[in-house]
């Protein structure tokens, strides 16, 4: 297969992962942060990250957008639910272990 295409059959399989977790919005970040070591704010952060590094203009709240489907304040208010303590010494935990340092609330 050529760069090319794989580029875009990654690119294709990306967004509608991103479609998917727009869908989900009864999945919580905090579930899947400590199911899997990433979050929709992870995403965020790595699109942020990858246009840093090709010097294309972009905010975090704008790649949140991308990443939500909407800004992400209106996301919180409108699906994040509130979190059990138990969740979230489980989330302190992966974000460390995923991200090499604890987490900065």
Known sequence: MDHQ???ELEA???????????????VQNI?????????????SKWIKAAADE???EL?????REMVYGMPYEAWKTKYQKET?????AVFEQAYERTHGE????
């Open 54 to 56: 090709r010097n294309v």
């Open 12 to 26: 294709a399989a990306f967004r509608r992962l991103i479609a998917h977790l727009q869908e989900r919005t009864d």
């Open 84 to 88: 059990a303590a138990d969740k979230q």
């Open 59 to 63: 905010s975090l709240d704008q790649a």
């Open 5 to 7: 295409t794989r580029t």
């Open 102 to 105: 604890p987490h900065k609330s």
């Open 31 to 43: 579930d899947l942060m400590n199911l899997a070591g990433f979050c929709r704010n992870c995403f």
